[in-house]
């Protein structure tokens, strides 16, 4: 899985941004919902579900073209934390309250009984599905990868698959 989920992030990302945002100033800066999240995941590491994580996040008030800076941080039941910030693109499907949702978020990660990553450096890329309701909450269901990105000899990864909720806070 291995940077999939970053190269998809950017390509779609960025196709969006030339298709809809260019005409008015590819990375201008827009408004958009202040929201904050809690998602629960199970983690995957070689293969194996390790057990859960519980992340809790914040999307800022502006977006620059398709992109809005997010920040989160993680903890594992076996205590590995990780932290990061970097930027979500979210488009809807079509009319309807069905989004699609893609993240990349560079940040640091301490081990505590968790797996050995390779560095304390760790990308953590994202891809979901998800649906908007009337009052402006939203559920979402993810899947993604964390890794050093092969800066370092050992980038094992570590994967999760979760569902988040989160809400506008304006």
């Given at each position: 899985?291995d940077?999939?989920l970053?190269?998809l ?7 969006d941004?030339?298709l809809?945002?260019c005409?008015?100033?590819c990375?201008?800066?827009?408004s958009?919902?202040r ?10 590491f070689?293969?194996?579900w390790?057990?859960?994580e519980?992340?809790l ?22 205590g590995?934390v990780?932290?990061?910030v970097g ?18 978020q ?14 304390a450096?760790?990308?953590r890329?994202a ?9 402006g909450?939203a559920?979402?269901m ?6 050093n990105?092969?800066?370092q000899p ?6 999760t ?6 809400f506008?806070?304006?």
């Open positions: 899985m940077g999939i970053a190269i992030f950017a390509v779609i990302g960025l196709t941004m030339a809809n945002d005409p008015t100033g990375l201008a800066q827009d958009a919902d929201r904050l999240y809690i998602q629960t995941a199970g983690v995957q070689n293969g194996d390790l057990g859960s519980l992340v996040g914040y999307d800022f008030d502006r977006s620059y073209g398709p992109f809005q800076p997010t920040m989160s941080v993680s903890t594992t039941h076996e590995a990780w932290a990061g930027a979500k693109w979210r488009v809807n499907a079509g009319s309807s309250d069905v989004f699609f949702e893609g993240s990349l560079p940040g640091l990660y301490v081990r505590g009984d968790g797996p050995e990553l390779g560095s450096v760790q990308f890329s891809l979901g599905m998800g649906y908007e309701f009337n009052n909450g559920i979402l993810s899947f993604d990868h964390r890794s990105g092969d800066f050992i980038n094992p990864g570590l994967e698959l979760s569902i988040q909720y989160s506008v806070l304006d």
